[in-house]
């Protein structure tokens, strides 16, 4: 059975730091490629960064040097470091898992609010 948790969401001040995670399980979590995604009221959820198998990033430019994805593969485990936050940054985030599949976390929510 997959399952992609993430943690680490919340109530953060701007200008404030969130360090997300996602724990999978029931797939080869060293050969896919993982990203984090999220989704405002009203929007279209979008890529916020990327991580292939090998560690290779990319990221939306909204979030270029602020925002670091990792992954620690013998933990099964993908973290999103997120540093000066700003209320534009609130929204659901979501871990996605991605090879010949697809996974999908279930969200979890941040809030960039003084």
């Known amino acids: 059975q997959v399952q992609l948790v993430e943690s680490g969401g919340g109530l953060v001040q701007p200008g404030g730091s969130l360090r997300l995670s996602c724990a999978a399980s029931?797939?080869?979590?060293?050969?896919?490629?993982m990203g984090w995604y999220r989704q405002a009221p009203g929007q279209r959820r979008e890529l916020v960064a990327g991580?292939?198998?090998?560690?290779?990033?990319n990221y939306a430019d909204s979030v270029k040097g602020r925002f670091t994805i990792s992954r620690d593969n013998a933990k099964n485990t993908v973290y999103l470091q997120m540093n000066s936050l700003k209320p534009e940054d609130t929204a659901v985030y979501y871990c996605?898992?991605?090879?010949?599949?697809?996974?999908w976390g279930q969200g979890t929510q941040v809030t960039v609010s003084s």
């Open positions: 991580i292939t198998s090998i560690g290779s990033t």
């Open positions: 029931g797939f080869i979590f060293r050969i896919y490629a």
């Open positions: 996605n898992a991605n090879r010949v599949s697809e996974y």
